[in-house]
C-alpha cells in the first residue's frame, strides 16, 4: 500500500445520520484498519466538523469529515461482477416499484434470495451488482424460501433498510400469502397451529411439521387461514396470514 491520497474533505450524507464514525470509516475507507484509524484520531489527523473526534462520535448529516492520506485501497476481494445484460433485464422484468427509497420485486418461485452452498444464482447477487460501493448497494429486509413466489421488499438507503427491519422485526408489517392446495380444509376459516422444524433435503432446506421428538427444536407457528374459492372439492384458493 501507499500513501497517495490527498487531504480531503468529505461530507456526511443524509443516510449516514447517526452512523459511528469508525463504521462510517470502514465504510468508505475499508483498507484502514481500525488501530490505525484510533492513531488518526487521537493525534486529531481526522477531524468532524473541525474538532477532534473519538471512534464511537455519532455522526450527523451535513457534517464534514477531515480524512488525512491515507493507503490507497487495493481491489477488495470478491467484489461484485457487474450486472449482465441478461440480469439487468431479468431485474426489470421483475420489478413492481422502485422510488429513492424502495425497490419492490416479484420473486418468481425457483430462485433463491440469498446465496449458499452450490447457490450461485441469488437475488442478493444481483442486488451486489447495483452498487459500486457498499453504501450504495439495495439491501434486503426479509426473506422469501427459495420455492415461494412473492413480494419482496428490498431498502435501496441504510436508514430505510432500519426502519424496515425494525418494522419487520416487531411484526407491524401484515404478511398475507395465497396457496392452490389439494383438496378443502374444513372448516372454510380457522387456525393452524403447529410446530415446525428446518430439514435439509438434496433440494435445500425445507420447513415441515415437527416429529415426535422433536418438539425441543421446533418453533411454534401460528397462521390464519381462509378459503377464497374452490374448484369442487379438488383444489381450493386460500390466504394465510401469520401470526
Known sequence: MTERSPVETRHVAEDEDGMRLDRWFRTHY??????????????????????RAKANTRLEAGQSIRVPPLPDAPPPPGSPKPLSKADRAFLKSITLYEDDDLLILNKPSGIAVQGGTKTVQHIDRLLEGMGDRP?????????????????????????VAAKLGRAFQTRSVRKIYW????????????KIDAALVKATTPDGDRVRKARPGEQDKAQSAVTHYAVIDRAAQQVALMSLKPV
Open 30 to 51: 475499508a483498507q484502514v484498519p481500525h488501530g490505525r484509524l484510533e492513531k488518526l484520531l487521537r493525534t486529531g489527523q481526522v477531524r468532524v466538523d473541525g474538532a
Open 135 to 159: 453504501e450504495t448497494r439495495p439491501r434486503l429486509v426479509h426473506r422469501l424460501d427459495r420455492d415461494t413466489s412473492g413480494v419482496l421488499v428490498v431498502a435501496k438507503r441504510r436508514s
Open 179 to 190: 396457496a392452490l392446495v389439494h383438496g378443502v380444509p374444513k372448516p372454510p376459516q380457522g
